[in-house]
């Protein structure tokens, strides 16, 4: 077996939102080639780590290790060029901008030139034969799987090493959700390493090497996909993650015992 090599490493993190501490202790790892998911309930801490990765979000202390160079410290805009990119919950795309257009603006985060701009847009609509189809449209009038489609081709025209995904799948139907699953496999395939936030568990983990569960901004537990029985242990660890959060919430409240 081929030695993993590492594109990320976070050791002890801590950030906060002012006086609010948002995670503790933070240890995870991605290697080259991997998807990678966060899982846990809302408020869990899952896109502020993604956040605290893009120097979004105050670090009051640890280690975020790109291709062994130091992100702590860095701003956003510093941290980008290095080959890090996010698709935001709700894509944010243009919508009153063309597909084509839309997909320019992935540019304006690295250094252009005109030979690696055409490159990747080639392999973006060889990628994603739809938005070659629909260029000249305007992004509003793309379909939610395409919109997504949109906005991960848009972050590839970064040319990045990490991809961030944060909720790919939400709000949209179900036959979507699957589409939108084959274009995580896809960036994959195209040597793009995937770091994804995803509330549909399930699907995560069926396309995932190894997932990180979090809980009130701790990591409480990791399984991955050497582990036969990688569904279950996730479910039993997601359980508990998510009654604790609510026996928590109820004790907060100076609530015992009930329903």
């Not at 805009?77 to 243009?94: A, D, M, N, Y």
């Amino acid at each position: 077996m081929a030695e993993k090599t590492q594109i990320l490493k976070i050791s002890n993190l801590v950030s906060s939102y002012g006086n609010i501490r948002a995670l503790t202790d933070i240890n995870a790892e991605v290697n080259k080639g991997e998807i990678v998911t966060l899982l846990g309930a809302n408020g869990a801490g899952k896109s502020t780590l993604m956040k605290s990765i893009l120097g979004m979000v105050h670090i009051d202390s640890g280690s975020i290790l790109y291709n062994g160079t130091e992100l702590v410290g860095k701003k956003s805009h510093q941290i980008v060029p290095l080959g890090i990119s996010l698709v935001p919950e709700g894509r944010k795309i243009f919508v009153d901008v063309s597909v084509e257009n839309n997909l320019e603006i992935g540019t304006y985060f690295r250094t252009r030139t005109k030979a690696r701009d055409k490159e990747l847009l080639d392999m973006v609509y060889e990628t994603f034969p739809r938005l070659y189809e629909r260029k000249k449209q305007l992004g509003g009038t793309l379909s939610g799987g395409e919109q997504q489609m949109l906005a991960v081709g848009r972050a590839i025209m970064s040319d990045p090493q990490l991809l961030m995904l944060d909720e790919p799948s939400m709000g949209l139907a179900p036959l979507v959700v699957a589409e939108v699953f084959e274009v995580i496999k896809k960036v994959r395939d195209m040597g793009i390493t995937v770091l994804l936030v995803e509330q549909n568990a399930s699907m995560a983990l069926r396309i995932c090497d190894r997932a990180y569960v979090l809980n009130t901004g701790k990591i409480t537990g990791m399984v991955s996909n050497e582990q036969e029985n990688m569904q279950e242990i996730a479910d039993n660890m997601l359980r508990e993650a998510y009654l604790g959060a609510k026996k928590q919430d109820r004790s907060e409240r100076g609530e015992t015992g009930g329903k």
